[in-house]
């Protein structure tokens, strides 16, 4: 296998960047967590590809393995949080949330 | 991962998982259940800490970790003080769901305890994930819109700070081979070049900074922290947020020093988040109204006096930032319950509302006087000490200006918390203040305890220092 | 190389397209594709495991997650009035990140690739994560009780009376 | 105990006592102080004795180590002064026997007692700092003195101006005292004056710090300007009291001590001393002369003649300080007498003003030839005391060769006769106006301190052997001092003559102003008063404009303008400055938190684009 860990790293940039467009310009709350989504699967990415390059292949999906559970939880928690705004501000608009400043 | 410590971590674990099938149709059981497995680690913890043979030999003959120790008995104390306030705060409110909320105090106490005893980079990273998740739900316990909306914004915002680590441990990966404290030491010993080791720990520490809360990524902080429900707020702002980031970010400060001049940089950034943060925090909190809001851009600015001693590195800054972190634990804790009382009694915590406290509510009034005269480092109480320590090591490392810039925001700590003090508990009662009443004793239990500890961390001052040299310093820094 | 890199290229575009979908639904599927392109990738650096990982329960799981909550929103995602300049605007930015990321990026991971210290410890997935990373999996033991316990906090089982 | 202690503890102890003594007992605080004082007088005659014919006592207590032990030591000079003092205090006290304007009478004694106390310790005093114990002490009770002599606002704003103006040079009297003492390596004056210090470098402020401490004490210029003021705002037993004898006494004793005792002197500073001297006679007496009160008219005097003791004592011949030191005594002993005729004068008439007065005579006999002996003293007439210092005084300083400190001193006298002249013209001849008709011849007890003083006026001059042999010989002696002239006896040398002319010239003043001013003799000195040139110098004079308090006191408001200015900003730069910009950064940040998640966002991600380009660039992978 030919390894081209920079390319490699090319492409987890831009995924991570379109991720991270979502979350600046979108105010549906669940699009926000697409964005979130994406960028962790760059950061997926990413592990595996550091650890293919280095021979921790077996390390690295320890990792990974671990990484999706977590993932599942957190995004399981975001979609909680969501429905529960929704049911009681009957809105996803995230750019609403301002009710606490100064 | 000292196996010693692996009690702390799985007994609060096993009881959550308890305890809905134990409180399944009491509900009350579940605060009683929570507490005695609080109180039973927290008189452990202690045992073991303050053994008279211990503080005889002056804590050289600790068999454990003393950093984790001291963190441990922190986390125990502050979750017991959140645990039992929360057993009588609750009262008949039916919003609060009791069993997921201690279950998910506990969980997160166990995290706190994996986070604190690990040494290892990833495992680090789980359990502040577990942390942040738990955090989120007890945010909203109270199903408030205010809650729901800090919660949302603590997800979203601290959210990059997990990628952050992500890469940070593939670049570890990548450049290091291994994750964990001890192998790092070994690798920097080794003497091969460690440039790229210092980028990935730089990313891990950038991602530890956003979960604590420093300047520009501060803004999740005053909105979690106002939206959370009123006892969750003192455990967020008094140890969650506190094990999660700053813990984290003491520990990398003290990986970072070892790489010397080649951490110079980040080390230097870290310091200048830290000035930053005390700047912004304390200058915000002077024109507050809402009490809960201005404690939490104040718990920025302490924050900040944290991350600025780690930045700074030597061993006594180090020393002085762990025990910044165990007395920013007591008063402001000691604050978020106050608030919490102030909510319950006068159903306000705004300051414009309150007016004239210190007749009705004379403990709260008093243990608040004591907290803030600590939190802006008036002697003899242990903020002071904690205070001094960082600015001679400043000064001693060079960093003058720092140092005299620290000194001064002390001054302007002591301004705003003199500004609240003066809103809220002294002059005229105002409407809501004149109903209302002190909260019931069993409440003020834990207040009184926190000043009290206080006041004998300050006391006891030499025997800190020694615990702090021969169980930290000697055996974790150097 | 080409296969990698069509795969990258598909999981690049897969998010793109995720967010530019105008339909929530069709952004959670498209999600979903990233998550099985990210799997393929998975499997062409020889991690199988992870890659069935991946397949299963990000493709999977995930996926059923998002639809669901999609369906529960799905009368207030009209009137949200999002501004569509700013996903037309994405193929503009993204384009000029892709060549600022080729003259910036690229040198940069290639000299940091030159850190690269290679492990070479051939073990079987089995043994790392009991061996080496055993405490992770108390880890994911706290998380998937914590999840529990959130759910369970966030959406309680309220009693007959409400 | 030690007798040397009787004249320091026992008025302190009676004082105390005194304020134990209820209002209503009439007569017994009167009658305690008089006998206190009686007794510190008897045991100051024991104690010269002691010092003249046997060996002089001595008091020693460890005081705070580092060689600050409390020495009492009656050597001569001391033990005269000692003697001089404990006098005063008691004609006083008996001629405050019946004298009614003197503050609440509690008051008065305590200040008193306590002011006998402390110059008895000031005059033994021989260590520095003991001394400047009781010299502190004295400027504190002054002040109570002044301020508690009558009810109202001038009395205390004089104790004020008095307090400020010895406070100051007590303040460099401290200084200078630490500085010789550092330089001797001693505190104590016997050691300092076994091995007396030059005047070079730090010493020489040393000594002119001491030495203004000294002379201000005594009232000399510039530092005279608060007893013509307590003259007017407070009580006559005072004025005869402390600015004419105690103030003198301990003033020109410390002078002495310092200019002969612990300094070899050269000659700048005698040239300075005689200037000074000089400078005091001549301006203090002119302003004397025109004066129509009779109180402020003696303090004048008081000050004027402060300059004969230091042109003495500036001298630094044998025969000029024993003038200087005779003259000492013998000021106190008339200007006492003077200020206690006016008191007598002002208990039976209710006025000290020169206009209201007149042709007294008749009707206070006494109090009018005591004022008469007492006046002829101060002006040098032939038989009296005064005559005698004086000529001591002009013999000492032509022998120095400067001889226009000789013609100033002379025209110092003849000013003096003619303005007592003036005095004793318009208030005991002349004719009496119809309010005083009805005067009468003042108490006892008021004429007995005068006959003393008076007496002592007449016996100093007639018999000046007496003081001479066994008051100023010893003293000099006591200071180091050879001469071979005969000090005491009446020669017919060529100042008898001078003096007999001045003695003319002011008489022939006397009848030319007089007849400029058709007659009224208190307005005798108008031909000077208002003559061109000087009649300004006067108004302004009597504005205060040479007067280094007031115009100090014009300046401080100035000065404190331009410091509450500078206050104000220093304020503004630690206080509202940093609040207001406090002010404006935490109402920035107010604004800023607007809760809006995008902007959260955007920061968040600034924050980490930052940090992740500032670590990828120097964080050492390049």
Redesign the interface.
């Known amino acids: 296998m030919t390894n081209s860990f920079a390319l490699d790293w090319y492409f987890i940039t831009l995924i991570f960047t379109a991720g991270l467009y979502c979350m600046l310009v979108s105010r549906n709350l669940l699009r926000q967590l697409i964005g979130l989504e994406i960028m962790s699967k760059s950061a997926l990415l990413g592990v595996i590809s550091a650890g293919a390059l280095t021979g921790n292949l077996a390390l690295a999906q320890a990792l990974i393995i671990t990484m999706i559970v977590i993932e599942v939880v957190i995004v399981a928690a975001g979609l909680s949080l969501l429905v529960k705004n929704y049911r009681l501000t009957n809105s996803i608009d995230i750019w609403s949330l301002d009710k606490l400043r100064g | 991962m000292t196996t010693g410590l692996l009690a702390y971590l799985l007994i609060p674990l096993f009881t959550a998982v308890l305890i809905p099938f134990a409180a399944r149709t009491r509900h009350r059981l579940a605060g009683v259940l929570a507490n005695v497995t609080l109180l039973a680690g927290l008189i452990n913890v202690s045992l073991t800490l303050f053994n008279p043979a211990n503080l005889a030999s002056a804590f050289s003959g600790l068999a454990e970790n003393g950093f984790a120790l001291l963190m441990i008995f922190v986390i125990y104390l502050v979750a017991l003080c959140v645990t039992f306030f929360s057993s009588y705060f609750i009262g008949n409110d039916s919003t609060v769901n009791r069993v997921p909320y201690y279950s998910l105090i506990l969980t997160s106490v166990s995290a706190m305890c994996g986070i604190v005893t690990t040494g290892d980079f990833f495992t680090l990273y789980i359990f502040v994930e577990v942390l942040a998740v738990t955090s989120f739900a007890l945010i909203t316990s109270d199903d408030g819109a205010k809650g729901l909306e800090g919660a949302i914004k603590y997800f979203l915002l601290t959210f990059p700070a997990s990628l952050f680590i992500i890469f940070g441990i593939a670049f570890l990966m990548l450049t290091a081979g291994t994750f964990s404290f001890e192998s790092l030491k070994v690798i920097i010993a080794s003497g091969l070049p460690v440039g790229g080791v210092v980028f990935a720990v730089s990313l891990i520490l950038l991602g530890f900074l956003i979960k604590s809360g420093v300047v520009p990524f501060h803004t999740w902080t005053p909105d979690a922290y106002e939206g959370a429900y009123a006892p969750v707020s003192a455990y967020l702002a008094g140890i969650v947020t506190k094990v999660s980031g700053v813990y984290a970010v003491i520990r990398i400060s003290m990986i970072l020093r070892l790489f010397e001049i080649k951490a110079y940089h980040t080390a230097e950034v870290l310091m200048f988040l830290g000035m930053l943060s005390i700047v912004v925090g304390a200058l915000a909190a002077l024109r507050q109204n809402e009490f809960k809001r201005m404690l939490a851009f104040s718990s920025i600015s302490q924050v900040g006096y944290i991350i600025l001693a780690a930045g700074m590195g030597t061993p006594l800054a180090l020393l002085g930032a762990v025990f910044h972190l165990v007395n920013h634990a007591t008063f402001k804790t000691v604050l978020f319950l106050n608030s919490a009382s102030l909510e319950k009694s006068a159903g306000t915590s705004d300051m414009n509302k309150l007016g004239g406290m210190e007749h009705s509510m004379p403990w709260t009034s008093w243990t608040s006087i004591v907290a803030l005269l600590s939190t802006a480092g008036v002697p003899p109480l242990s903020g002071f000490w904690s205070k001094l320590i960082i600015i001679i090591a400043l000064w001693d490392g060079g960093a003058k200006i720092y140092a005299v810039t620290a000194l001064l925001f002390s001054v302007v700590t002591l301004a705003y918390f003199m500004v609240m003090q003066r809103k809220v508990f002294f002059g005229k009662p105002t409407e809501a203040s004149r109903n209302a009443r002190e909260v019931r004793p069993a409440m003020l239990v834990p207040v009184v305890g926190m000043c009290l500890l206080i006041a004998a961390l300050g006391a006891f001052f030499p025997y800190i220092y020694a615990y702090l040299v021969e169980a930290i310093a000697a055996r974790t820094i150097l | 190389m080409t296969y990698h890199t069509l795969l990258f290229i598909l999981t690049a575009a897969a998010a793109v397209a995720a967010v530019m979908m105008k339909d929530l639904l069709m952004s959670a599927l498209m999600l979903a594709l990233v998550s099985v392109g990210a799997s393929l990738i998975l499997f062409d650096f020889q991690a199988p495991w992870a890659a069935v990982f991946e397949l299963s329960v990000c493709a999977g799981l995930i996926t059923v997650l998002f639809v669901s909550a999609v369906s529960l929103i799905r009368r207030e995602e009209n009137k949200l009035e999002d501004n569509r300049m700013r996903f037309y605007a994405m193929p503009l930015v993204m384009g000029l990140a892709a060549i600022a990321a080729w003259f910036y990026a690229v040198p940069f991971f290639e000299s940091l690739e030159n850190w690269a210290r290679f492990g070479g410890r051939v073990n079987s997935l089995g043994a790392v994560l009991w061996d080496i990373r055993r405490f992770d999996l108390l880890g994911q033991i706290s998380i998937l009780a914590a999840g529990v316990f959130v759910i369970n906090s966030i959406f309680p089982r309220r009693k007959k009376q409400k | 105990m030690n007798p040397i202690l009787i004249p320091v503890i026992l008025p302190l102890a009676s004082a105390l006592l005194l304020l134990l003594v209820s209002e209503r007992i009439k007569h017994l605080r009167e009658l305690l102080t008089i006998a206190v004082t009686g007794a510190c007088f008897v045991s100051a005659v024991s104690i010269l004795n002691q010092a003249l014919f046997g060996t002089g006592m001595e008091f020693t207590a460890d005081w705070a180590g580092y060689g600050l032990s409390f020495t009492l030591k009656a050597d001569r000079l001391s033990s005269f002064l000692l003697l001089a003092v404990s006098l005063f205090s008691f004609v006083i006290s008996v001629y405050s026997f019946s004298f009614g304007r003197k503050g609440r009478a509690r008051w008065f004694y305590f200040n008193l007692l306590l002011t006998a106390a402390f110059s008895a310790g000031a005059a033994l005093a021989d260590n520095l700092a003991a001394m400047l114990f009781f010299w502190e002490g004295l400027l504190i009770f002054l002040y109570t003195f002044i301020a508690l002599s009558q009810n109202g606002q001038p009395a205390r704003k004089t104790a004020m101006k008095a307090f400020l103006i010895n406070g100051v040079t007590d303040l460099c009297l401290l200084i200078g005292i630490c500085i010789t003492g550092y330089i001797a390596g001693t505190m104590s004056m016997t050691g300092i004056a076994a091995n007396k210090l030059t005047l070079d470098g730090w010493a020489a402020l040393g000594y002119a710090l001491m030495a203004i401490g000294a002379v201000s004490k005594a009232g000399a210029l510039p530092f005279h300007t608060w007893i013509p003021d307590a003259a007017l705002d407070s009580s006559a037993p005072f004025m005869a009291y402390v600015p004419a004898a105690i103030d003198k006494l301990l003033g020109i004793y410390l002078l002495t001590r310092i200019s002969v005792y612990l300094f070899a002197l050269n000659g700048f500073a005698q040239l300075a001393l005689m200037t000074l001297g000089a400078l005091t006679i001549l301006v203090a007496v002119m302003m004397a002369f025109v004066q129509n009160d009779y109180k402020r008219l003696l303090s004048y005097h008081a000050v004027s003649q402060t300059g004969y003791m230091i042109l003495g004592i500036g001298t630094l011949n044998p025969i000029g300080i024993a003038g200087g030191l005779f003259h000492m005594i013998n000021h106190a002993t008339y200007k006492s007498c003077l200020f206690m005729t006016a008191g007598a004068v002002e208990r039976q008439t209710g006025s000290n003003d020169l206009s209201k007065l007149g042709g007294l005579f008749r009707a206070m006999p006494v109090t009018a030839v005591c004022f008469i002996i007492a006046a002829a003293a101060i002006s040098g007439i032939a038989p009296l005391n005064g005559f005698f210092s004086k000529e001591l005084v002009y013999a000492g300083t032509l022998n120095t060769g400067y001889t226009w400190f000789f013609l100033a001193a002379e025209l110092g006298s003849v000013l003096t006769l003619a303005s007592f002249l003036k005095l004793g013209h318009s208030v005991f001849f002349g004719r009496r106006p119809e309010a005083l008709a009805g005067t009468r011849e003042a108490p006892f007890s008021m004429l007995l301190p005068m006959i003393i003083l008076a007496g002592i006026c007449v016996a100093f001059g007639f018999g000046a052997r007496l003081p001479v042999t066994f008051l100023i010989e010893p003293s000099l002696q006591n200071l180091g001092l050879r001469h071979e002239e005969a000090l005491a006896g009446f020669h017919f040398n060529k100042l008898f003559w001078v003096s007999i002319a001045v003695i003319l010239t002011a008489v022939v003043n006397h009848l030319f102003g007089l007849a400029a001013a058709k007659g009224r003799p208190d307005k005798s000195s108008d031909h000077i008063h208002y003559a061109p040139g000087l009649k300004e110098i006067y108004a302004m004079a009597e504005k205060g404009a040479f007067d280094p308090y007031e115009q100090l006191r014009k300046f401080v408001p100035f000065a404190a303008g331009l410091l509450y200015k500078a206050d104000r900003f220093f304020d503004y730069l630690t206080d509202t400055l940093p609040s207001s910009a406090?002010?404006v950064?935490?109402?920035a940040?107010?604004r800023f938190?607007?809760?809006?998640?995008?902007?959260?966002?955007?920061?968040?991600?600034?924050?980490?684009v930052?940090?992740?380009l500032?670590?990828?660039t120097?964080?050492?992978?390049?």
């Open positions: 406090a002010g950064f935490s109402k940040s107010q938190h607007t809760g809006s998640y995008p902007l959260y966002m955007a920061l968040t991600i600034a924050g980490f930052f940090y992740i500032f670590t990828a120097y964080g050492g992978i390049k």
